[in-house]
């Protein structure tokens, strides 16, 4: 605060705004760096359902399924080979590891069931499906939000 004089010697006081100013310019600067960073993925168009959400407090691995039967486990491309490979060791190492599978609505039945089964045939017992919920006001037209439902696939 700085303080000046007034009237007849009395002072009053006044905030400096400069540093708020510059603190807050700095946090635009940082938001604007990082807010494309967050919107990054596989571009995957998932089946509207109405489920809970499950609690995650450890990471998540997500085998993707894209229209044109591209197989992605995070964002990494692979072909089902490769998949069952990566599962394999990631299940040697946690056995009771959970995967979620995240497929486009497009892509026919037998596809992703290929796909769990190179899960299974990995080890992985718990095997959950990625869904979205559907929009009450748009009719189930868009997601409102990711929801992820609890499967297994024994």
């Not at 967050?38 to 450890?58: F, T």
């Not at 409102?144 to 439902?149: G, I, K, L, P, V």
């Amino acid at each position: 605060m700085a303080f000046e004089a007034g009237q007849r010697g009395s002072l009053v006081s006044q905030i400096n705004v400069t540093p708020l100013v510059d603190v807050m310019l700095v946090l635009l600067v940082i938001f604007m760096v990082t807010a494309p960073i967050i919107q990054q993925g596989v571009e995957v168009n998932v089946p509207k359902v109405r489920a809970a959400p499950l609690p995650g407090e450890e990471q998540q691995f997500v085998v993707s399924i894209t229209r044109d039967n591209q197989i992605y486990l995070n964002d990494a491309r692979l072909d089902p080979d490769e998949l069952t490979q990566k599962l394999a060791a990631i299940s040697a190492e946690r056995p009771d590891r959970q995967i979620f599978v995240r497929a486009d609505e497009d892509v026919p039945y037998g596809d992703v069931i290929r796909t769990m089964a190179a899960i299974k045939a990995a080890g992985i017992q718990n095997v959950g499906m990625v869904t979205a919920m559907p929009d009450s006001a748009a009719g189930g037209k868009t997601p409102a939000r990711r929801r992820r439902s609890r499967g297994s696939a024994r």
